[in-house]
């Protein structure tokens, strides 16, 4: 799920828990936000490049690459050992803090589980054939075309297009040169 989303959701969450959490709710708000900080970290200390642009790019590419590393803070064994020492210390301040890394990862779970449905019906739907090439493929990787008009839209079939990955790739090479960030 893109960042930007994250924020649009956590801030609705937040509009939604302001009334229990009162003055405390940016603890979660931010945590939910900054848990992606682990993605940034990663790329500045690999590809020693301090650009979010560059960062943004690099992790819009078709399929970058999922290295558990580079998702640091979003593994279970440790938002879990962050849990236990909020729970062991009676902290309220890092429970909040585990509260806003969980609801980011919960929504991270439903973005790739509705994205696996999407991918799973589109491939079917092509026969397993990529509509660009014709070439047969096993695995059509998913490409957005459109952007989704709102939230609810997200998961909208027609928001994409099933390709092989060398047409995905290509893809994305020729909306970079466009400009464009699809
Ligand atoms: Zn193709
Ligand atoms: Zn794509």
Not at 163 to 170: F, G, I, S, Y
Request: glycine share 4%.
């Amino acid at each position: 799920m893109r960042p930007q989303e994250h924020v649009k959701i956590s801030a609705i969450a937040a509009t939604l828990a302001l009334p229990w959490l009162k003055e405390d709710i940016w603890i979660p708000f931010t945590s939910s936000i900054l848990i992606d900080v682990d993605h940034y970290l990663w790329y500045v200390i690999n590809q020693r490049n301090l650009s979010l642009r560059a960062t943004a790019r690099y992790y819009q590419q078709g399929k970058p690459p999922q290295r558990p590393e580079v998702r640091l803070l979003h593994q279970t064994p440790v938002v879990g050992c962050l849990l236990l020492l909020a729970m062991l210390t009676r902290s309220r301040v890092l429970g909040l803090i585990v509260a806003g890394l969980l609801f980011h990862i919960s929504l991270d779970r439903f973005h790739n589980a509705e994205m696996r449905h999407l991918q799973h019906s589109l491939n079917e739907q092509a026969h397993a054939t990529c509509p660009n090439c014709g070439q047969q493929d096993r695995v059509l990787q998913l490409h957005s075309v459109r952007r989704p008009r709102n939230l609810l839209d997200r998961y909208n079939p027609d928001n994409f297009v099933a390709l092989c990955p060398p047409c995905h790739q290509q893809a994305h090479k020729r909306a970079k040169n466009a400009g464009q960030t699809v």
